[in-house]
């Protein structure tokens, strides 16, 4: 069965860094688009970064451009996200998903989740 893992949260302090993993399985993670999606309390879930499994174009948010970078290794089935310069506003659980055939418009509800992990970040 297809399934996603995220992992690589925690509690950080404003301007620290995280690293956020997504492994895949149950599906070639070459064939599909990733996104990562974040839902804080009080708050609509939010889109906050995707990349291609083709040229591996990557979007992201205005909320978190400039700050995070996502990258993917098709042969770890593993999706990253790099999370620098972090600030109390991106405290959220953190979510990866599948989109297909690639990354899509904003209102794409994906077929695949993992079960998210916190970020906290809080001095």
């Known amino acids: 069965q297809v399934h996603l893992a995220e992992s690589g949260g925690g509690l950080v302090q404003p301007g620290g860094s995280l690293r956020l993993s997504c492994e895949v399985s149950g599906f070639a993670l070459a064939r599909y688009a990733i996104g990562w999606f974040r839902q804080a309390p009080q708050k609509e879930r939010e889109r906050i970064s995707c990349i291609t499994n083709g040229d591996e174009s990557a979007f992201y948010a205005d909320s978190v451009k400039g700050r995070f970078t996502i990258s993917r290794d098709n042969a770890k089935n593993t999706v990253y996200l790099q999370m620098n310069s972090l600030e109390p506003e991106d405290t959220a659980v953190y979510y990866c998903?599948?989109?297909?055939?690639?990354?899509?418009?904003?209102?794409?509800?994906?077929?695949?989740w993992g079960q998210g992990t916190q970020v906290t970040v809080s001095s």
């Open positions: 998903a599948t989109e297909f055939p690639s990354c899509m418009a904003a209102n794409y509800e994906p077929d695949y």
